[in-house]
T-cell receptor, first 112, second 113 residues
């Protein structure tokens, strides 16, 4: 079935470190791909998305590139801040569906 | 503008009781979704509404779960005869159209004792 696998956390980094959170997917057809973020005490928010192969989504210094050949959508940020501490979810939506399929989430803690 | 709101924010109930969870989507959003977030299963899709119709109910885990949407706006998720495994955070999301960005509410934390 369709699924998303993301690296297990928790991930702990120091401020200004480089961040990568790996995400790979299994899906029929060509899904749209998303990263959602859940800050402490807040609801899920869309961070970025990409709808076709080789698209790059970006927002707030975060980037992810849709790689069809490796079925991946890894999240990166060059220099993390304490305020980036949150749980990050990778998700897909199949072209014929409206529902999102989520990974298990990766908790990121950034220390000053 | 106002986002998606859900009520109650927390609900504690006893096993076997029925519960109703409410979702108020963003005004004008025609699509509405329910998801469940639990420690063991992560984030799971439950049901999708387009207007008042539910073309995809594939995620409802059992016939104890039902949902309705009235007036193309408010939705209620009902769980009958609650079980301990129903304990989770129930999230509602809405989008302007079916393929548009989904905006999530803060969730209802359900605890079944």
């Amino acid at each position: 079935g369709d699924s998303v696998t993301q690296m297990e956390g928790p991930v702990t980094l120091s401020e200004e470190a480089f961040l990568t959170i790996n995400c790979t997917y299994t899906a029929t057809g060509y899904p749209s791909l998303f990263w959602y973020v859940q800050y402490p005490g807040e609801g899920l928010q869309l961070l970025l998305k990409a709808t076709k192969a080789d698209d790059k989504g970006s927002n707030k210094g975060f980037e992810a590139t849709y790689r069809k050949e490796t079925t991946s959508f890894h999240l990166e940020k060059g220099s993390v801040q304490v305020s980036d501490s949150a749980v990050y979810f990778c998700a897909l939506r199949l072209s014929g569906s409206e529902k999102l399929v989520f990974g298990k989430g990766t908790k990121l803690t950034v220390n000053p | 503008g106002a986002g998606v709101s859900q009520s109650p924010s927390n609900k504690v109930t006893e096993k076997g009781k029925d519960v109703e969870l409410r979702c108020d989507p963003i005004s004008g959003h025609t699509a509405l979704y329910w998801y469940r977030q639990s420690l063991g299963q992560g984030l799971e899709f439950l049901i999708y509404f387009q207007g008042n119709s539910a073309p995809d109910k594939s995620g409802l885990p059992s016939d104890r779960f039902s949902a309705e949407r009235t007036g193309g706006s408010v939705s209620t998720l009902t769980i009958q005869r609650t079980q301990q495994e129903d304990s989770a955070v129930y999230l509602c999301a809405s989008s302007q159209g079916a393929k548009d960005t989904q905006y999530f509410g803060p969730g209802t934390r359900l605890t079944v004792l």
